[in-house]
Nanobody, 124 residues
Framework: QVQLAESGGGLVQAGGSLRLSCAAS????????MGWFRQPPGKEREFVAA????????VYADSVKGRFTVSRDNAKNTMYLQMNGLKPEDTAVYYC?????????????????WGQGTQVTVSS
Protein backbone atom coordinates (compact mmCIF):
# COMPACT_ATOMS: atom_id res chain seq x y z
CA GLN A 1 0.00 0.00 0.00
CA VAL A 2 0.94 3.63 -0.45
CA GLN A 3 -0.03 6.67 1.59
CA LEU A 4 -2.09 9.23 -0.35
CA ALA A 5 -2.82 12.89 0.32
CA GLU A 6 -5.20 15.06 -1.69
CA SER A 7 -5.07 18.83 -2.03
CA GLY A 8 -6.56 21.57 -4.17
CA GLY A 9 -10.21 21.50 -3.21
CA GLY A 10 -12.23 24.63 -2.52
CA LEU A 11 -15.21 26.78 -3.41
CA VAL A 12 -15.73 27.82 -7.02
CA GLN A 13 -18.56 29.26 -9.07
CA ALA A 14 -20.31 27.23 -11.73
CA GLY A 15 -18.28 27.23 -14.93
CA GLY A 16 -15.02 27.63 -13.03
CA SER A 17 -12.01 25.35 -12.74
CA LEU A 18 -10.02 23.59 -10.03
CA ARG A 19 -7.04 21.24 -10.08
CA LEU A 20 -6.79 18.51 -7.49
CA SER A 21 -3.52 16.81 -6.62
CA CYS A 22 -2.88 13.43 -5.04
CA ALA A 23 0.63 12.84 -3.72
CA ALA A 24 1.75 9.27 -3.01
CA SER A 25 4.29 8.77 -0.23
CA UNK A 26 5.49 5.40 -1.48
CA UNK A 27 6.84 4.82 -4.96
CA UNK A 28 4.15 4.30 -7.54
CA UNK A 29 5.44 2.33 -10.49
CA UNK A 30 4.74 -0.29 -13.09
CA UNK A 31 1.30 -1.79 -12.99
CA UNK A 32 -0.18 0.60 -10.43
CA UNK A 33 -3.48 2.31 -11.13
CA MET A 34 -4.71 5.46 -9.44
CA GLY A 35 -8.21 6.80 -9.44
CA TRP A 36 -10.44 9.65 -8.36
CA PHE A 37 -13.76 9.02 -6.66
CA ARG A 38 -16.24 11.46 -5.18
CA GLN A 39 -19.00 11.35 -2.61
CA PRO A 40 -21.76 13.93 -2.95
CA PRO A 41 -23.73 14.83 0.19
CA GLY A 42 -26.01 11.99 1.18
CA LYS A 43 -24.92 9.75 -1.69
CA GLU A 44 -22.62 6.81 -2.34
CA ARG A 45 -19.01 7.24 -3.35
CA GLU A 46 -18.77 7.12 -7.14
CA PHE A 47 -16.07 6.70 -9.73
CA VAL A 48 -14.79 9.83 -11.50
CA ALA A 49 -11.59 9.00 -13.41
CA ALA A 50 -8.54 6.76 -13.30
CA UNK A 51 -5.13 6.35 -14.87
CA UNK A 52 -2.69 3.49 -15.30
CA UNK A 53 0.80 4.40 -14.22
CA UNK A 54 2.71 2.39 -16.82
CA UNK A 55 1.14 3.68 -20.02
CA UNK A 56 -0.94 6.64 -18.88
CA UNK A 57 -4.17 5.22 -20.26
CA UNK A 58 -7.26 6.79 -18.74
CA VAL A 59 -10.92 6.14 -18.17
CA TYR A 60 -13.69 8.55 -17.16
CA ALA A 61 -17.21 8.52 -15.85
CA ASP A 62 -19.69 9.71 -18.46
CA SER A 63 -20.73 12.60 -16.21
CA VAL A 64 -17.26 14.20 -16.36
CA LYS A 65 -16.01 13.15 -19.79
CA GLY A 66 -14.88 16.18 -21.79
CA ARG A 67 -14.69 18.39 -18.68
CA PHE A 68 -12.22 16.61 -16.39
CA THR A 69 -8.72 15.41 -17.22
CA VAL A 70 -6.67 12.98 -15.13
CA SER A 71 -2.89 12.95 -15.47
CA ARG A 72 0.22 11.90 -13.55
CA ASP A 73 3.76 13.05 -12.95
CA ASN A 74 6.03 10.04 -12.55
CA ALA A 75 8.91 12.03 -11.09
CA LYS A 76 6.72 13.54 -8.38
CA ASN A 77 4.63 10.43 -7.69
CA THR A 78 1.58 12.65 -8.06
CA MET A 79 -1.74 12.34 -9.85
CA TYR A 80 -3.84 15.31 -10.88
CA LEU A 81 -7.46 15.98 -11.75
CA GLN A 82 -8.04 19.10 -13.82
CA MET A 83 -11.71 20.04 -13.52
CA ASN A 84 -13.15 22.54 -15.98
CA GLY A 85 -16.70 23.64 -16.59
CA LEU A 86 -17.67 22.77 -13.03
CA LYS A 87 -21.34 22.33 -12.20
CA PRO A 88 -23.18 22.42 -8.86
CA GLU A 89 -23.72 18.66 -9.19
CA ASP A 90 -19.94 18.20 -9.04
CA THR A 91 -20.05 19.26 -5.39
CA ALA A 92 -18.61 16.41 -3.33
CA VAL A 93 -15.72 15.20 -1.26
CA TYR A 94 -13.12 13.97 -3.74
CA TYR A 95 -10.90 11.02 -2.85
CA CYS A 96 -7.89 9.57 -4.58
CA UNK A 97 -7.16 5.86 -4.48
CA UNK A 98 -4.44 3.48 -5.61
CA UNK A 99 -4.07 -0.20 -6.32
CA UNK A 100 -1.58 -2.56 -7.93
CA UNK A 101 -2.39 -4.81 -10.82
CA UNK A 102 -6.14 -4.24 -11.07
CA UNK A 103 -8.05 -4.78 -14.28
CA UNK A 104 -11.25 -2.84 -13.69
CA UNK A 105 -10.44 0.78 -12.88
CA UNK A 106 -14.02 1.88 -12.22
CA UNK A 107 -14.65 -0.49 -9.33
CA UNK A 108 -14.22 1.12 -5.92
CA UNK A 109 -13.69 -2.26 -4.23
CA UNK A 110 -10.53 -2.88 -6.27
CA UNK A 111 -8.59 -0.05 -4.60
CA UNK A 112 -6.77 -0.68 -1.32
CA UNK A 113 -5.17 2.69 -0.59
CA TRP A 114 -7.24 5.82 -0.03
CA GLY A 115 -6.63 9.45 0.81
CA GLN A 116 -8.59 11.45 3.36
CA GLY A 117 -10.51 13.45 0.78
CA THR A 118 -10.79 17.10 -0.21
CA GLN A 119 -14.00 19.12 -0.41
CA VAL A 120 -15.08 20.65 -3.72
CA THR A 121 -18.06 22.99 -3.61
CA VAL A 122 -19.53 24.52 -6.77
CA SER A 123 -21.97 27.37 -6.29
CA SER A 124 -24.66 28.22 -8.82
Amino acid sequence: QVQLAESGGGLVQAGGSLRLSCAASGRVFGNYAMGWFRQPPGKEREFVAAIRWNDGSTVYADSVKGRFTVSRDNAKNTMYLQMNGLKPEDTAVYYCAAAYGILVLRARANYDSWGQGTQVTVSS
